[in-house]
């Protein structure tokens, strides 16, 4: 029998959690930053060369990392609990479920959203709450393929971001008044008729999520967050 090599032991996934989680503490004090990665490493006991091979691409692949992991968390939570009740109040205990998530990570969010709007990160930020908005719907049981697949998201991405915002912001006990909010937009969501003849009414009257974060909207008492009248950036067929 060979004995088995330094690389053999090689844990990448547990670097990856390891540094994460050690990197976190570090964010609200310096940001997403190349020194918070550094001291991540130090604190993880994980050399730079070793933490940079399970991070290759830095910071913007921690954050990711770590927001994925809680998407994943969170389907995880739903799939264990029962899938019965209205549709919307399942959406709204998803939403307020991966709020809470990251309860004790509200500062490193907040860098997060500062960290994002840099030019590097344009194309990031989208992603992520793509992912987080698709893994809800599937995680309550949407199997739509057709047009409402997109539908649902476009809307529920307006209603997570202004949540969110509103979120960081919230000094209400238990946070409190991020469930009323939160509450109010899907009330609104869900007063509007879901004709297709009609969706045009449910794009004008959701934010755009990206102006939402660049115009930091959604604070508690802004008029409840939602600019309304501002219409979404479309893509452009490529």
Do not use: C
């Not at 969110?164 to 509007?192: C, G, P, Q, T």
Request: without cysteine; hydrophobic residues 40%.
């Amino acid at each position: 029998m060979s004995e088995k090599g330094p690389d053999t032991a090689y844990d990448w996934q547990g670097d990856r959690d390891r540094l994460v989680d050690a990197i976190l503490p570090h964010v609200p004090f310096d940001g997403w930053s190349d020194a918070a990665f550094k001291a991540g490493a130090e604190d993880a006991k994980i050399d730079l060369p070793r933490a940079l091979n399970a991070f290759p691409g830095g910071m913007s692949e921690v954050l990711a990392y770590n927001h994925r992991r809680h998407d994943q968390a969170l389907i995880e939570r739903l799939q264990r609990e029962s899938g019965s009740g209205r549709i919307r109040d399942r959406i709204a205990q998803a939403v307020r479920l991966r709020l809470e998530l990251v309860g004790g990570q509200r500062e490193a969010v907040r860098a997060g959203l500062s960290f994002l709007l840099l030019p590097g990160n344009a194309t990031l930020g989208p992603k992520l709450l793509y992912g987080t908005v698709d893994a809800i719907w599937h995680a309550i049981g949407d199997k739509s393929t057709d047009f409402s697949f997109y539908t649902k998201r476009a809307i529920l991405a307006g209603v997570y971001s202004a949540t969110l915002l509103y979120w960081l912001n919230d000094k209400s006990e238990n946070h409190a008044a991020s469930w009323a909010f939160l509450d109010r937009r899907i009330d609104e969501v869900m007063k509007i008729p879901a004709v297709k003849g009609r969706l045009k009414s449910v794009f004008d009257r959701l934010p755009n999520p990206l102006h939402l974060l660049q115009q930091g909207a959604g604070q508690p008492g802004s008029r409840e967050g939602l600019p309304l009248g501002m219409r979404p950036r479309r893509r452009r067929r490529a």
